[in-house]
């Protein structure tokens, strides 16, 4: 698989046009998801609502939400296609990326197809075997980012050392955080907890040069995560990650928020580490939640998110 830095549809570091609002033109998998197309399609529609500077592309077989799209009205629908595209729905949003007809994708289908198609067709960055998918949770504090949730369920030191590296540019690029702490997730917070993988690494996370002048905060357990106040980041492997995400996702929804925050994050999921902007929704995502997905995407697009993760990266690791 191809390896580099530049990010599809970015321009060269320094001369980067962010352009907001600006067109976003989404690639959205249509078939995508336990409840697709339906959810899909009603998650489309949410989001052009929201947003009349989006043009988005349903990619999956075309009698699956034209009948739903007719009765649309006009402005609506001039900014909703369909492709007919009856198998590898995900395989066709990201090769709209990669060929430029897409600025981004977003899919609620298997995780594991979306990751491999992406790393395939967009490239990984230099060094980053395998891509993070990177959430963002509400806290007591505020917000904490959480990688891997799905992912690599089986990783190694270098794939962890790397969603250090990846979570604190994302907390850097797109949250604005100073300095971001990075915490591993264990069982508990006293030297030498956890399995052997978690055992081993924080003595490489203390010299690890990390980007925005990131530091290695410590081990964190899963009360950290609730409080928000050890760590901006925390790392964990994707099957741990992924555990965790939906366990506290359920909890909020029947109890609420911590603090009760009235604007949760998206239930949605960047892929880092891959050169395109790549939004991975649950497969239980409801029509509210593809629209959350797709409006991530639009953002991340018109802010150059990745782009600028990936020019932080590079410079940081030109100098480590």
Same mark, same amino acid.
């Given at each position: 698989?191809? $390896? ?9 570091p320094g001369q980067r046009t962010v352009g907001e609002p600006g067109t976003a033109r989404i690639a959205v998998d249509l078939l995508g998801g336990d409840q697709a197309p339906a959810v899909v399609v009603d998650g489309a529609l949410r989001a052009c609502r929201a947003d009349p500077f989006l043009q988005l592309t349903l990619v999956g077989p075309a009698d699956a939400a034209d009948a739903i799209l007719a009765a649309q009205k006009p402005g609506v629908r001039r900014r909703i296609t369909t492709t007919n595209t009856p198998a590898d729905t995900v395989g066709a ?5 990669? *060929?430029?007809? %897409?600025? #981004?994708?977003?899919? =609620?289908?298997?995780?594991? !197809?979306?990751?491999?198609? &992406? ?15 990177? &959430?963002?949770?509400?806290? =007591? ?15 190694? $030191?270098?794939?962890? !050392?790397? /969603? =250090? ?5 994302? #907390?850097?690029?797109? /949250? /604005? ?12 917070? *006293? ?11 924080? =003595? ?44 506290? *996702?359920?909890?909020? %929804?029947?109890?609420?928020?911590? !603090? ?7 239930? #949605? ?15 239980? &995502?409801?029509?509210?939640?593809? %629209?959350?997905?797709? #409006?991530?995407?639009?953002?991340? /697009?018109?802010?150059?998110?990745? %782009? ?13």
């Open positions: 698989m191809p $390896e580099r830095w530049r990010t599809t549809g970015a321009t060269v949003a990201v090769l709209a990326v990669a *060929e430029g007809r %897409a600025d #981004a994708l977003v899919s =609620a289908g298997d995780t594991r !197809a979306t990751v491999l198609s &992406a790393a395939r067709e967009l490239g990984r960055w230099p060094g980053v075997r395998r891509p993070a998918l990177t &959430a963002v949770l509400p806290t =007591a504090a505020g917000r904490v980012i959480l990688l891997d949730v799905g992912s690599s369920v089986d990783p190694d $030191e270098e794939t962890l !050392a790397w /969603h =250090a590296r990846l979570g604190a540019a994302y #907390a850097s690029v797109v /949250h /604005h955080v100073p300095t971001p702490r990075v915490g591993l997730l264990t069982i508990g917070t *006293e030297p030498g907890k956890g399995d052997r993988l978690r055992r081993g690494l924080p =003595a490489r996370l203390f010299d690890l040069p990390l980007p925005a002048g990131g530091r290695y905060a410590g081990l964190v357990e899963g009360s950290d995560v609730v409080l928000g106040r050890a760590a901006d980041v925390v790392v964990t492997d994707g099957f741990t990650g992924n555990v965790l995400l939906k366990g506290l *996702e359920t909890a909020y %929804a029947l109890t609420g928020t911590p !603090a009760g925050r009235a604007d949760p994050p998206p239930r #949605a999921a960047l892929l880092l580490g891959v050169s395109g902007t790549v939004v991975v929704c649950h497969g239980a &995502a409801t029509g509210p939640d593809i %629209a959350a997905g797709i #409006a991530l995407a639009a953002d991340l /697009h018109r802010r150059a998110s990745v %782009a600028a993760i990936a020019d932080l990266l590079s410079a940081q690791r030109g100098i480590a």
